[in-house]
């Protein structure tokens, strides 16, 4: 009864949105229509799409990370939901296929009898809609088979990120993805998509679970959970809306607001809902009184359902900001934002350009940190002041680098590009490693009560031991990784493709930071998880890094040809120099960059160095106290009395052999 009752709140909230939002309003005459066979179609197989997601989202973060295991594998109850996840992610590739023939019927206007396979298969394989439906099709078919292989845990962490990754693509095409701002908007939508299709799906999944003895804990678990999707929906749907609507008079003024507005309200009843499981439920739950939880999430399920349903109508209307138009500015259309002026150093620093992705990255980044550093210091242990200034401030030059003027300039200037890549890929790395959060974050979460619950700490270490990481932290590989995001980049064609997507370009600047913290981390990085090499070795190897940096910037400096010519044409301002003297200027930056942090790091390694070799000096005195102390020879004096002997026999002749002795 409660599915039904969720499906028919989310199909009637979904029906009374298209109508409000005016989705249902009739073809104009003289425009190719679709007929109403896609009309009505298209937005609930889109609801169905998006249920299918969120169901199979939920069910394998709970077999995964909720439910307790049974040693490496998933508990009975976990395997039960990696089973039904595998069946409604196979109905998710399904349905997102019938969703592209639905879609690619709409935008051309010709009715689904008419539309022909070629025409499919093009849309799929040249248009980003259908590149994105494509994808979240292969992927969904991928997490089915992952789901349906095996019972480990680390599988089904494995299907449950996959999992997450496909509910992603079509959140970069559509209304936010043709924004003005289009940064925020394209990345505020993602993290919404993600914490909504958590925050339900888990709950759903709880709900199969419910006359299950683990029921109290994984419902304390996902309790905690949902309270921070909450606050990413709330935090992400309002940034989205504020990109959409233009002036928040639109709320009410517009019928896109009005959706809008219902979707608010949806959202503070499922915060009441909520408190009211963490205030009465789970303290009947552990009380042995399920019934409770079982009445309350059902009627929070059902609301959820109809939040679903207006989201779904939201996609289909009309926004009082256009997507586009024939007066749009073309430089607009293509960078999200209009031409800046000159730069200045006010304007390098002023004129934000917002992004979700990085602001909510340093945000958790600074704020768990400092909760881990509150944490130890509560228990009566130190944290070293200088770590914790470290990451916070590699942290603060992350989210400026990617957040100020200079991230618009980096937009169109290779000049200022190559300035953003040198900070994301040196300094900022060298900052995050000098704070050691692996270590702090070791020392400071807890273990959980059920030794078969793994919580962040159990994942962490599993991660940091994993063979991945002993691959990824191999100096030659750390090397070739940071190596490559120079040449492999600048020296092709694969710069132009990245800028031009906003998913590509938040790639390229991901890279640029997790190579430069890969090869940091095994030169000067104090955590566990990575190969210790000796000193030497490090020092050759910084120095390798050092050379291959130089002769990147010298190859850079030499070239006469302009790197990513179409990209740099389109968007080259009317107030800079021709693209060939920037990107002088931007090889002269990478080339001489490098030398300060180079120097930085040889210096802590020299350091470090020269610590090692004091305490295995201060072992070995250690040592020879406690050999003199118990009448027993030492290493130290066994290796002495060893060369001792051996100069002894150098010196007798007696004890020589071969022919002239005889």
């Given at each position: 009864?409660?599915?039904?009752?969720?499906?028919?709140?989310?199909?009637?909230?979904?029906?009374?949105?298209?109508?409000?939002?005016?989705?249902?309003?009739?073809?104009?005459?003289?425009?190719?229509?679709?007929?109403?066979?896609?009309?009505?179609?298209?937005?609930?197989?889109?609801?169905?799409c998006d249920g299918l997601a969120t169901v199979t989202v939920g069910m394998l973060v709970t077999a995964a990370f909720l439910l307790p295991g049974d040693g490496?594998?998933?508990?009975?109850?976990?395997?039960?939901?990696?089973?039904?996840?595998?069946?409604?992610?196979?109905?998710?590739?399904?349905?997102?296929?019938?969703?592209?023939?639905?879609?690619?019927?709409?935008?051309?206007?010709?009715?689904?009898?008419?539309?022909?396979?070629?025409?499919?298969?093009?849309?799929?394989?040249?248009?980003?809609?259908?590149?994105?439906?494509?994808?979240?099709?292969?992927?969904?078919?991928?997490?089915?088979?992952?789901?349906?292989?095996?019972?480990?845990?680390?599988?089904?962490?494995?299907?449950?990120?996959?999992?997450?990754?496909?509910?992603?693509?079509?959140?970069?095409?559509?209304?936010?993805?043709?924004?003005?701002?289009?940064?925020?908007?394209?990345?505020?939508?993602?993290?919404?998509?993600?914490?909504?299709?958590?925050?339900?799906?888990?709950?759903?999944?709880?709900?199969?679970?419910?006359?299950?003895?683990?029921?109290?804990?994984?419902?304390?678990?996902?309790?905690?959970?949902?309270?921070?999707?909450?606050?990413?929906?709330?935090?992400?749907?309002?940034?989205?809306?504020?990109?959409?609507?233009?002036?928040?008079?639109?709320?009410?003024?517009?019928?896109?607001?009005?959706?809008?507005?219902?979707?608010?309200?949806?959202?503070?009843?499922?915060?009441?809902?909520?408190?009211?499981?963490?205030?009465?439920?789970?303290?009947?739950?552990?009380?042995?009184?399920?019934?409770?939880?079982?009445?309350?999430?059902?009627?929070?399920?059902?609301?959820?359902?109809?939040?679903?349903?207006?989201?779904?109508?939201?996609?289909?209307?009309?926004?009082?900001?256009?997507?586009?138009?024939?007066?749009?500015?073309?430089?607009?259309?293509?960078?999200?934002?209009?031409?800046?002026?000159?730069?200045?150093?006010?304007?390098?620093?002023?004129?934000?350009?917002?992004?979700?992705?990085?602001?909510?990255?340093?945000?958790?980044?600074?704020?768990?940190?400092?909760?881990?550093?509150?944490?130890?210091?509560?228990?009566?242990?130190?944290?070293?002041?200088?770590?914790?200034?470290?990451?916070?401030?590699?942290?603060?030059?992350?989210?400026?680098?990617?957040?100020?003027?200079?991230?618009?300039?980096?937009?169109?200037?290779?000049?200022?590009?190559?300035?953003?890549?040198?900070?994301?890929?040196?300094?900022?790395?060298?900052?995050?490693?000098?704070?050691?959060?692996?270590?702090?974050?070791?020392?400071?979460?807890?273990?959980?009560?059920?030794?078969?619950?793994?919580?962040?700490?159990?994942?962490?270490?599993?991660?940091?031991?994993?063979?991945?990481?002993?691959?990824?932290?191999?100096?030659?590989?750390?090397?070739?990784?940071?190596?490559?995001?120079?040449?492999?980049?600048?020296?092709?064609?694969?710069?132009?493709?990245?800028?031009?997507?906003?998913?590509?370009?938040?790639?390229?600047?991901?890279?640029?930071?997790?190579?430069?913290?890969?090869?940091?981390?095994?030169?000067?990085?104090?955590?566990?998880?990575?190969?210790?090499?000796?000193?030497?070795?490090?020092?050759?190897?910084?120095?390798?890094?050092?050379?291959?940096?130089?002769?990147?910037?010298?190859?850079?400096?030499?070239?006469?040809?302009?790197?990513?010519?179409?990209?740099?044409?389109?968007?080259?301002?009317?107030?800079?120099?021709?693209?060939?003297?920037?990107?002088?200027?931007?090889?002269?930056?990478?080339?001489?960059?490098?030398?300060?942090?180079?120097?930085?790091?040889?210096?802590?390694?020299?350091?470090?160095?020269?610590?090692?070799?004091?305490?295995?000096?201060?072992?070995?005195?250690?040592?020879?106290?406690?050999?003199?102390?118990?009448?027993?020879?030492?290493?130290?004096?066994?290796?002495?009395?060893?060369?001792?002997?051996?100069?002894?026999?150098?010196?007798?002749?007696?004890?020589?052999?071969?022919?002239?002795?005889?």
């Open positions: 009864m409660t599915i039904v009752a969720a499906v028919a709140a989310g199909v009637a909230l979904l029906l009374l949105g298209l109508r409000v939002g005016g989705a249902l309003a009739a073809a104009i005459p003289g425009l190719p229509d679709a007929g109403p066979a896609t009309t009505q179609a298209l937005p609930v197989v889109r609801l169905l490496r594998t998933v508990s009975p109850h976990g395997y039960l939901l990696l089973r039904r996840a595998s069946v409604s992610a196979l109905g998710w590739a399904v349905v997102a296929l019938a969703l592209m023939v639905l879609t690619v019927s709409d935008l051309l206007g010709q009715p689904l009898e008419t539309l022909k396979p070629a025409t499919v298969v093009s849309f799929a394989t040249t248009i980003s809609q259908g590149q994105s439906l494509l994808l979240q099709a292969g992927l969904a078919l991928t997490v089915a088979l992952l789901a349906r292989v095996g019972v480990s845990r680390g599988l089904a962490a494995a299907a449950t990120i996959l999992a997450l990754v496909a509910v992603l693509p079509p959140a970069f095409t559509g209304h936010s993805a043709g924004a003005g701002n289009h940064q925020i908007a394209v990345t505020s939508l993602a993290l919404h998509v993600l914490a909504a299709a958590t925050w339900v799906g888990g709950l759903v999944a709880l709900l199969m679970v419910r006359r299950s003895r683990l029921l109290a804990d994984a419902a304390a678990r996902y309790s905690r959970l949902a309270l921070g999707c909450f606050v990413a929906v709330a935090v992400s749907g309002l940034a989205n809306a504020a990109v959409r609507l233009g002036a928040v008079d639109q709320l009410w003024q517009s019928r896109y607001g009005w959706l809008v507005l219902g979707k608010l309200v949806a959202l503070l009843i499922l915060g009441a809902l909520g408190a009211a499981h963490r205030l009465r439920t789970l303290p009947a739950l552990r009380a042995g009184r399920p019934g409770a939880f079982g009445r309350l999430a059902a009627g929070e399920l059902v609301v959820f359902a109809a939040t679903v349903g207006l989201a779904v109508a939201l996609s289909r209307s009309p926004t009082p900001i256009p997507d586009s138009g024939i007066d749009a500015d073309p430089i607009t259309e293509l960078l999200g934002f209009p031409m800046p002026a000159a730069p200045t150093a006010g304007n390098l620093l002023g004129q934000p350009l917002p992004d979700m992705f990085f602001l909510t990255l340093c945000a958790l980044g600074i704020g768990g940190y400092l909760a881990g550093v509150r944490r130890m210091r509560v228990a009566g242990h130190r944290w070293p002041v200088a770590r914790t200034a470290s990451w916070v401030g590699g942290m603060l030059v992350l989210a400026a680098t990617t957040n100020l003027g200079v991230a618009r300039y980096a937009y169109v200037l290779f000049s200022a590009h190559m300035a953003q890549h040198m900070v994301l890929s040196m300094l900022v790395p060298i900052l995050l490693v000098g704070g050691a959060p692996v270590t702090l974050a070791l020392r400071a979460l807890r273990r959980p009560t059920d030794p078969q619950v793994r919580g962040a700490r159990e994942w962490l270490l599993i991660a940091v031991h994993s063979r991945v990481t002993k691959l990824l932290t191999h100096p030659l590989v750390a090397l070739g990784i940071y190596t490559a995001s120079l040449f492999g980049l600048y020296l092709s064609d694969l710069l132009g493709v990245l800028m031009r997507s906003h998913l590509g370009h938040l790639a390229m600047l991901t890279h640029f930071v997790v190579a430069g913290y890969l090869l940091f981390w095994v030169l000067v990085g104090v955590d566990p998880g990575r190969r210790r090499l000796p000193h030497p070795l490090l020092v050759i190897i910084h120095l390798a890094s050092m050379m291959a940096h130089g002769f990147f910037g010298l190859v850079l400096m030499q070239t006469t040809t302009v790197i990513a010519p179409d990209w740099y044409t389109a968007v080259h301002p009317t107030w800079a120099s021709s693209l060939l003297a920037d990107q002088k200027l931007g090889a002269g930056i990478a080339w001489a960059f490098g030398e300060l942090p180079a120097v930085v790091v040889m210096i802590v390694l020299i350091r470090q160095w020269i610590r090692a070799d004091q305490r295995e000096q201060a072992r070995l005195d250690r040592a020879a106290d406690r050999a003199e102390a118990t009448g027993e020879e030492d290493d130290l004096a066994r290796y002495n009395a060893f060369l001792a002997a051996a100069g002894r026999a150098e010196s007798d002749p007696r004890s020589t052999s071969g022919p002239d002795r005889h």
